[in-house]
């Protein structure tokens, strides 16, 4: 298996504007998390799926974000307007609950809102 | 007071010494305890994880877990230059779902 795909690796935009980053979890896996790190408040847990149905989206920071999981195969996460402050790197994984819950994470996606 | 933190470090030490990596967290009905290794601009990896008080060994690895004390460690013997990287504590509060809270980390350097 390739693993979590996330895409794009990089995205650059400027305030406003609205950005999608895309997550194609492992195959099998029935769980899927969003994750988003920066310096200062490290990993931080935005939403996760279980069969593709949102578990809990507590961590989501406001309104402007939003995570969708339309198949098993895949999931978005869309900030619309995006803002200077969001710019971090954003973390896709998925965890198959009957093997131990280890944690499998994509790439990410390195954002940045000027 | 974060839920789990550690010491970002970073932490020096020589190669083939041992490293101690430390964590505290605040809930005390965490259930389980993770160590994750994050290289830089990589995502994080699973390194060792621990359910119950004690120690447990995996090669070069050993997680200590003390629950009265609310403190995870993670040491590294013999430590190696490959072994520099971010090491993240990850706690999980609710039994059955994988819900980690992670700590900001401790950063490693070995030197040769």
């Known amino acids: 298996d390739a693993g979590v795909i996330q895409s794009p690796r990089h995205e650059v935009t400027e305030m406003g504007q609205e950005v999608t980053l895309r997550c194609k979890p492992i195959s099998g896996h029935d769980y899927l998390f969003w994750y988003r790190q920066t310096m200062m408040r490290g990993l931080e847990l935005l939403i996760y799926?279980?069969?593709?149905?949102?578990?809990?989206d507590s961590g989501m920071p406001e309104d402007r974000f939003s995570a969708k999981m339309p198949n098993a195969s895949f999931s978005t996460l869309k900030i619309q307007p995006s803002e200077p402050r969001d710019s971090a790197v954003y973390f896709c994984a998925s965890s198959l609950s009957s093997e131990g819950w280890q944690l499998f994470f994509g790439s990410g996606t390195q954002l940045s809102v000027l | 007071q974060k839920e789990v933190e550690q010491n970002s470090g970073p932490l020096s030490v020589p190669e083939g010494a041992i490293a101690s990596l430390n964590c505290t967290y605040s809930?005390?009905?965490?259930?389980?305890f993770f160590w994750y290794r994050q290289y830089s601009g990589k995502s994080p990896e699973l390194i060792m994880s621990?359910?119950?008080?004690g120690d447990k060994e995996d090669g070069r690895f050993t997680a200590q877990l003390n629950k009265a004390s609310q403190y995870v460690s993670l040491l590294i013997r013999d430590s190696q230059p490959s072994d520099s990287a971010t090491y993240l504590c990850?706690?999980?509060?609710?039994?059955?779902?994988?819900?980690?809270?992670f700590g900001t980390g401790t950063r490693l350097l070995v030197s040769p």
């Open positions: 799926f279980n069969n593709n149905v949102p578990i809990d």
């Open positions: 990850a706690v999980n509060r609710e039994t059955g779902f994988q819900k980690l809270v």
């Open positions: 621990i359910y119950s008080n």
């Open positions: 809930d005390r009905g965490s259930q389980s």
